[in-house]
């Protein structure tokens, strides 16, 4: 039956489809709904792992025992997952491994705009890059196939149009999974130096015949039509090089490494301007040119930075305007927000308030950076709170400035690569505050379940990592927890943090609103007590806003949005807020 539905659908659509057995992977926008929509299928084994080189690994473990593998992440997750693939492409695979990778050009949703196909390339293996669902969900089985013919881990490359973006997709017979033997195979899986430079040359010979099978694939298709412009383009990039130029003849990649030399050159001799159409890097564009082809137009004109779209491509290839509306301008600005009653607000508030320095990580809390709070001041990967709070008080300690760093990290990110920081901080005699998030739950990314939730990818309940003692295992003496929902215990408990020596850990474990669907009664502001001063409106919570201009403005709390926490009411010197009697908040 036809079916309208997302690319990262159709891939785990595919995964079901065409024999998969085993996938893991991490969170991740744009990926994430892939893993989940293998839970929701529900015929095939998946989990969440706690990082994405543990997920890689698990997938390698799944090939090698025999059955067809999937491994999913973000582009950054493959930074993480990078010492784990870049061995994988000398040992290869038993049966079939997927790495789906998704890119995020224009950074919707991420902190980096790097482009994946750069590790096809340094890795040596191929790459195939969808241009819509049915592709997708087709390059799942093209996929285990290249990765069984060829021996070698494959990398499936979305990006976030072509992950979130929905289109048909006519599912095909379905291929049951078989599962292999599980051989014992030393020289292949153990790479000792002796046995890796043998697989060395194996690889180097691997992507000669991938080459050969790039020329012939109908992966890479050559539509032939005016031959007075020819573009060679892939991914959601052919999308819009069909919109923009529906008669420019296309060389459409689907195998997005190796490139088929032969192809190309035959494409670029039959037609009179070459251009090389591909959001990010000039990939494409670098070997072309190496191959001694002369390349028209290409990031001479477009952009390495952000996405594409036909308006930016006509532009560039021969300068006409777009005639597309323009976006309605005075829209007034809506900065992202932590959600009304985050436990994320109290901390920041009372943060920002301290006026600390905040080495931040990658979650909701990254919210703190933003105005009003103003409290993070640092946040570069995923773990790097600790890590990079250690180094600042050492160098602190060095230059003989007293102050203790704050690392602010949520349960997700703490257990992805915030451990291995603080247990370096408690082996070299660290100095940092260390406030850890735990709301059970990967928030930021929908929330998913992480080994902190207490169930799996499934909703099956599962052993619950228990904050407190596995910090004090990693060496950290001084442990207490935090109620960041009261603002004058959380000022002394970090000031408490500050001033005490060595590391010191704060454990926050009220859990997140929106996955655990908590609902408190709304509070409502005493008009006649309000004074306009707007303190409270210091926590940047959505649910407050101002009275009509005119009068004296005051504050108003919209009860549909509130959910009750009673930060809002803390900062009230007037005691001008109330909880709303008998509000359960049943609006919501
Ligand atoms: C290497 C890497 N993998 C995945 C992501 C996507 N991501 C951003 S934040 C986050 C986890 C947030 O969860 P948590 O630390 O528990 O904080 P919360 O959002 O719940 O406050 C994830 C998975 C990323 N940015 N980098």
Known sequence: ????????????????????????????????????????????????????????????????????????????????????????????????????????????????????????????????????????????????????????????????????????????????????????????????PNFGKIKHVEVEERLLKLQEYAETTPLNRIEMRDSDLGIITSGVSYQHVREAYPNASVLKLGMSHPLPENKIRDFAGSVKRLVVVEEMDAIFEEQIRAMGIKVDIGKNKLPLCGEINADILRVALDGTKAETASPVEGLPQRPPVFCPSCAHRGLFTILSKLKTFVSGDIGCYTLGALPPMNAMHSVIDMGASISAAHGMAKVNAIAGRDEKPVAVIGDSTFFHSGMTGLMSMAYNGGNALVIIMDNRTTGMTGGQENPGTGETLQGVPARQVEMVPLVKALGIDNVAELNTYDLKETEAAIKKGLEAPGPYVLIDKNPCILRYKIRKPAMSVEEEKCTGCRACLKVACMALGLTASGEKQKVRVDPNVCNGCGVCKQMCKFDAMHEIEGDNNANL
């Open 1 to 192: 039956m036809k079916k309208i539905i997302s690319g990262n659908e159709a891939i785990a659509l595919g995964f079901r489809d065409f024999g998969g057995v085993f996938a893991s992977g991490y969170p991740g926008t744009p990926s994430t709904e892939t893993l989940e929509e293998v839970a929701r299928l529900g015929d095939v084994y998946c989990e969440w792992a706690p990082n994405e080189k543990v997920a890689l690994e698990s997938a390698i473990g799944g090939s090698i025992a025999g059955g067809r593998s999937l491994s999913t992440m973000k582009h950054v997750g493959v930074n993480v997952a990078a010492d784990a693939l870049l061995t994988l492409t000398y040992t290869g695979v038993n049966a079939g491994l997927i790495l789906m990778v998704s890119d995020d050009p224009g950074m919707h949703s991420s902190q980096n705009e790097q482009d994946s196909r750069n590790y096809a390339k340094f890795a040596k293996v191929p790459m195939l890059d969808p241009a819509d669902s049915q592709e997708a969900y087709e390059m799942v089985r093209a996929g285990f196939e290249i990765s069984e013919q060829f021996d070698t881990p494959l990398m499936l490359r979305t990006t976030t149009r072509i992950s979130h973006a929905k289109g048909l997709v006519i599912p095909q017979e379905k291929i049951a999974p078989q599962i292999g033997e599980w051989v014992k195979d030393v020289p292949k899986y153990v790479m000792l």
